[in-house]
């Protein structure tokens, strides 16, 4: 049975493979979709609806998701 991906803020497919997109039969109801230049082409293998942004990252290029807290001690190492 192929699992079905829904309501999500966040999908991270920068490291999909053809492999690991096989099991997957649909995406729906997310926020954002990261993936990188190289996978690029899996996208278009997705049966994908009801997104609101899918961003092209660069390779090496970290994110943070979640609570950020950026003070005065921040600056002072």
Do not use: W
Not at 18 to 46: C, D, M, P, Q, R
């Amino acid at each position: 049975m192929k699992q079905k991906i829904g309501n999500v803020g966040l999908l991270d497919l920068r490291h999909a493979t053809e492999e690991s997109i096989k099991g997957i039969e649909s995406i729906n109801n997310v926020g954002v979709v990261f993936y990188h230049k190289e996978n690029a082409h899996l996208l278009s293998s997705l049966s994908i609806g009801n997104i609101g942004k899918s961003i092209e990252l660069p390779e090496g290029c970290l994110f943070v998701n979640g609570s950020l807290k950026i003070d005065d001690a921040s600056y002072n190492h």
